[in-house]
């Protein structure tokens, strides 16, 4: 594993060098069609050389001489190849200088591992390689992207989206997203800007499938609608960050490399592969770090990003979807991020990726760009014609000023330091106060109308058209993207060992904090020092100590409800983001959700047993002592079932907490210990009890051979409240499954 750096490295060296010569002999070479069949055979074409070119010819020489500046041997020679600009390179902080590095030129981004043999022959760089080795480098390069994904024609035309928002008194419906029409193609990124609200995230969610049905419009894939086969085939990185924050990073790819590849892939491949996603993400110096959030301190914000990146990189998607991945990273780190997508579209996947504030030099690694304003679409097209675009419109910077900036300046609607068009001009002049604002400026609002009314009457029209002409692609490309079969990862087992390890490492730290500990083993000496050597050897002792095997089964019938509770409602996000991946059955998720806990769950209980038996002076007996702590098992696994039915159905912590505390409060008070003598009518309730059902085995357990009667209740045989127990353990659990089952998916997440 220790080599992968450096052999990676000597890949990229070779074919920088290739991608010069022959961009240089092509002289800069044309952009092919992305149309062409190729592209799922790696991006080793035409489009992928000239581009590749144009970037890295573009880019300061003196990387190589600046190499020398890093330390390591790794960093050394990976930036010796590297032909980008040392110089913002090295006045970054030491992050972003190594993500850099690795972040730079990631051809080989699709999950290709380099055979040991090939390694072996990779000679070092050296400025005299020819170009025959250069060229087998290039035959190394496509070999390299050895897994060809099935190319996705993304079109939509009229999306439209609104919401209902429900008031106190009246409800109303939020125009969202307003008839918005484009196209993307294998090999291109299309870029979606626009201010904050303006519908970027809906419109990704919308194309991601995310989001069911669009009020209107329509989204196509390959000139077919959207159908859950392609979850497997679509990676989406949501805006917020979500991750288990106690995994590490490497503990995170790896889990979810061996969910989400395919069966083929045995678990070495997989591991290696999200190795080698953690290389390319130039995340190797943080890989043994927690992820953190808000309560735990770990990578920083711009790792967390690349880890989510890589979260969905891994699987080879043919559709990349990405929301704001370069958001709170340096300008350098967003730099490499973008280039890493730029490299994923080259080998033949379509990417999508909405951008905040994009700096010059990244607007321009954009092939296509929507332009969003308050819903509408202001602009779509070739992100290097948008200018050109708003100058026909009458709109021109007048001072030099970063497009990105000039675009999203124009859908604030904002004209400072901008040519106010013609038709604008004359408003003003009439001197209608409500389109003037106080500098001579039309207002926002008037602007806004005016750019979708010039993208409407000037563009919309023959983009429409061209959308709506029926696409020369394959039928096999068509029928592959709807009958394509749904494909776990894993075995139902090995989703649920994974998930049941997962979740322990989670949640380890959870389990033994000494603050439960501390609670636990105080209650239990309290109650030991109160209840200190009573023998129940006359009724009235009998009677004092079924004082505490009532509190043993009102405390033990109490915390396991208030912790499973949190369980789902607290994973929704997660549940959410990896179900609409399809990364494993709900089943498997379900059962080793709940079966991870069980066992740390349990240690808690004997500790208490421990103590409170022998302080308290219960029966000295071996089969009382281990029937007690059987019995206080079984309370516990009852209480969780309730607790975790509470939580899926209502998977809302204030309701669920709510209805949790009435319900706990009702079974104890149905205990049998404050009413001796219930009214028949409620008497059902005692059975719903399984603080009734714990007391009842508890005091068999203790007194059978004595009586059969204790503190007014009938001991019977046991069987009756073992059967009620174990039925209350498997139905709350069902109920809960259930409840998952029918919960939708993304609403609210
Ligand atoms: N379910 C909803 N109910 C009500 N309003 C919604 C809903 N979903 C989105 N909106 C509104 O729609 C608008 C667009 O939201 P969206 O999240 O798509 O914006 P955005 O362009 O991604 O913004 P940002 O750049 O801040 O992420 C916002 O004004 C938001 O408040
Ligand atoms: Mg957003």
């Given amino acids: 594993m220790m080599d992968k750096p450096s052999t990676t490295s000597l890949l990229r060296t070779k074919s920088d060098q290739l991608v010069e010569a022959i961009s240089a002999a092509m002289g800069g070479g044309t952009k092919s069609s992305p149309m062409n069949g190729d592209v799922a055979g790696g991006g080793g074409g035409p489009e992928t050389l000239s581009r590749k070119s144009s970037r890295r010819l573009t880019g300061a020489s003196p990387g190589r001489s600046g190499g020398g500046r890093n330390n390591t041997h790794i960093r050394k020679s990976r930036s010796a190849q590297l032909k980008f600009d040392l110089d913002e390179v090295s006045s970054g902080a030491a992050l972003s200088r190594a993500s850099s590095a690795s972040l730079g030129l990631s051809f080989s981004f699709t999950g290709f591992t380099v055979p040991s043999d090939e390694i072996a022959d990779m000679k070092p760089f050296s400025d005299d390689d020819d170009i025959a080795e250069d060229i087998e480098a290039g035959t190394r390069k496509m070999k ?289 106060s409500d389109t003037e604002t106080r500098n001579g400026k039309p207002s926002p609002a008037i602007v806004h109308e005016y750019l979708v009314e010039a993208y409407e009457t000037r563009v919309a029209e023959s983009e429409k058209k061209k959308l709506l002409a029926p696409m020369m692609i394959d039928e096999e490309l068509k029928s592959k993207v709807v009958t394509s079969k749904r494909e776990w990862g894993a075995s139902w087992w090995t989703q649920y060992s994974i998930l049941f390890w997962r979740g322990l490492k989670e949640r380890r730290h959870d389990y033994f904090s000494w603050l439960r500990i501390t609670q636990v083993v105080a209650t239990a000496v309290i109650l030991g020092m109160l209840w200190w050597q009573s023998g129940g050897d006359s009724p009235k002792h009998m009677q004092e100590q079924a004082g505490l095997l009532f509190f043993i089964a009102v405390f033990w019938g109490f915390f396991p409800v208030f912790t499973a509770i949190f369980t789902f409602p607290q994973e929704r996000a997660m549940l959410n983001k990896e179900r609409s991946a399809d990364m494993y059955r709900l089943s498997a998720y379900f059962l080793a959700r709940t079966t991870s806990d069980i066992p740390l769950d349990l240690i808690l209980p004997v500790l208490f047993i421990l103590v409170v038996y022998f302080m308290a002076g219960l029966k000295h007996d071996v089969c009382a002592f281990f029937l007690t702590v059987l019995t206080t098992f079984l309370c516990i696994v009852a209480a969780q079932g309730l607790g975790l039915a509470i939580g899926a159905t209502l998977m809302d912590l204030k309701k669920a907490t709510t209805l949790a505390s009435v319900t706990v409060m009702t079974f104890m008070l149905a205990g049998g210990y404050f009413v001796k003598e219930v009214p028949v009518f409620i008497s059902w309730l005692r059975y719903l009890s399984y603080n009734y059902q714990t007391y009842k085995l508890l005091l068999k357990v203790q007194y059978k051979e004595k009586n059969d009667w204790v503190d007014g209740i009938k001991v019977g045989n046991g069987v009756k409240e073992v059967s009620t127990l174990l039925a209350m353990v498997f139905g709350y659990r069902l109920l809960a499954y259930i409840s998952l089952r029918r919960m939708k998916l993304h609403s609210g997440a």
């Fill in 144 to 432: 390299i992207q050895a897994e060809p994904t099935l190319p996705i024609y993304l079109k939509f035309t009229e999306v439209c989206y609104k919401v209902v928002i429900k008031g106190v008194t009246s409800t109303r419906e939020k125009e969202i997203l307003t008839g918005i029409s484009g196209s993307v193609d294998p090999g291109e990124v299309l870029a979606m800007m626009g201010p904050s609200g303006s519908g970027k995230t809906t419109l990704l969610s919308l194309l991601g499938g995310r989001v069911k049905e669009p009020t209107g419009g329509s989204i196509t894939y390959n000139e077919q609608p959207y159908s859950k086969h392609l979850k497997s085939r679509i990676g989406f990185v949501t805006q917020d960050d979500i991750l288990f924050p106690h995994l590490t990073v490497r503990e995170t790819l790896t889990y979810a490399a061996r969910l989400r590849l395919p069966k083929k892939l045995t678990k070495e491949e997989k591991q290696k592969r999200a190795i080698d996603v953690i290389y390319e993400l130039g995340l190797e110096r943080c890989q043994d770090t927690m992820i953190g959030g808000s309560f735990v301190r770990g990578v920083s914000g711009g790792e967390r990003k690349r880890v989510c990146i890589g979260n969905e990189i891994i699987i080879n998607p043919s559709l990349l979807f990405l929301d704001e991945p370069t958001s709170g990273l340096d300008s350098t780190t967003a730099l490499r991020t973008v280039e890493i997508l730029h490299d994923i579209a080259e080998a033949g996947k379509t990417v999508i990726t909405t951008i905040h504030q994009p700096s010059s030099r990244l607007f321009h690694k954009f092939d296509k760009l929507i332009l969003l304003g308050k819903g509408s679409l202001l602009y779509f097209g070739k992100a290097s014609e948008a200018m050109d675009y708003f100058s026909t419109i009458g709109c021109t910077p007048l001072i030099s000023m970063n497009p990105a900036e000039f675009l999203l300046d124009l859908a604030n609607g904002n004209l400072n330091d901008v040519s106010v068009p013609s038709e604008l001009e004359d408003k003003v002049q009439i001197g209608n």
